[in-house]
């Protein structure tokens, strides 16, 4: 079965700091990976997916995410953090087969001033 | 084009009773799928509907059930209601034609069973 891994709960970063949420999955053959932020009161928003090709994937809002497939990890990067990308963040993964969308665990971004 | 919309967007029922929760796609998109997210468990996956047809089935009881109607709107319905279903209840469309395709969620609808 598939699964995903979000290993901290919080990431605390001052504002203009790069900023990693790291992310590791679990599936049979080869995964679709997505980055969802959520912010308060809100539902989720999709910044960036692989599907296949180059690693390193551009999403929403300056996100970035490289996809490593010998450690089977997905991290969400950004140069540069802002206090407004304080929310919660969810990885996400789905087989090339199996159709259902199954979440991590949530990290929880704050930027600090 | 418009985004999912989901009514209503705050529900409080008592136990035992039962609710029905409605979701609306973005135009064009026949995949509507449900979540359920809670601090404990946090996004647990419920159903996914696909032209009418439940696709994919999480663990969730029977009491959880949902329909999509021809024009892709969807209602999930929960029945004999426990405190435990208090959640925030999310809905997801997507044109659903191929597994690499992304989701676009609601602002969901926050549940509190009393």
Redesign the interface.
């Known amino acids: 079965a598939q699964s995903v891994a979000q290993p901290e709960d919080q990431v605390n970063v001052a504002e203009g700091n790069p900023l990693t949420v790291k992310c590791t999955y679990s599936v049979s053959g080869n995964p679709?990976l997505?980055w969802?932020v959520q912010y308060p009161?809100?539902?989720?928003?999709?910044l960036l997916?692989y599907?296949t090709g180059d690693n390193l994937v551009k999403g929403s809002y300056g996100f970035e995410a490289e996809f490593n497939k010998s450690q089977t990890s997905f991290h969400l990067k950004k140069p540069s953090a802002l206090v407004s990308d304080s929310a919660l963040y969810?990885c996400a993964v789905?087989?090339?087969?199996?159709?259902?969308?199954?979440?991590?665990?949530?990290t929880r971004l704050l930027v600090s001033p | 084009k418009a985004g999912v919309t989901q009514t209503p967007r705050y529900l409080i029922k008592t136990r035992g009773q039962q609710v029905t929760l409605s979701c609306s796609p973005i135009s064009g998109h026949r995949s509507v799928s449900w979540y359920q997210q809670t601090p404990g468990q946090g996004l647990q996956f419920l159903f996914e509907y696909f032209s009418e047809t439940q696709r994919n089935k999480g663990n969730f009881p029977g009491r959880f059930s949902g329909r999509q109607f021809s024009n892709s709107r969807s209602e999930m319905n929960v029945s004999t209601l426990e405190l435990g279903d208090s959640a925030l209840y999310l809905c997801a469309s997507s044109d659903g034609t191929g597994a690499s395709y992304e989701q676009y969620f609601g602002p969901g609808t926050r549940l509190t069973v009393t």
């Open positions: 679709y997505f969802y009161n809100r539902g989720l928003q999709f997916k599907i969810f789905r087989d090339r087969s199996f159709q259902k969308l199954v979440f991590g665990t949530g």
